[in-house]
């Protein structure tokens, strides 16, 4: 194929979605209401732009030494 059949290939598609939107458009210009979402808002969607918590380094330590205490007791399970 060479490129100018390629661009006439494009241009001809180009045309019909052109006549399918402009079809569509015509057929939903009375804008009905989109469905209610059944689940509600997402969790993400309600914390964007909130400010992120931090722990102190104590926290953070104490929940390092319970996390290596569960890795234990599960490896000592295994055993």
């Known amino acids: 194929m ?9 241009d001809s598609e180009i045309e019909r979605l052109t006549q399918a ?3 569509l458009a015509a057929a ?5 209401a989109p469905a209610p979402s059944r689940r ?3 969790p993400s969607a309600a914390k ?6 931090t722990l102190s380094p104590e926290a ?3 929940i390092a030494e319970a996390q290596r205490r569960r ?3 599960q490896k000592s399970k295994s055993k």
Not at 2 to 10: C, F, G, L, N, V
Not at 28 to 32: I, L, Q
């Open 71 to 73: 890795w234990a007791a």
């Open 2 to 10: 060479t490129i100018d059949s390629i661009i006439a290939e494009i």
């Open 48 to 53: 964007k732009g909130g400010k992120r918590r």
């Open 40 to 42: 509600g808002p997402k």
């Open 21 to 23: 939107r402009t079809l």
């Open 60 to 62: 953070r330590k104490r």
């Open 28 to 32: 939903g210009s009375t804008k009905s």
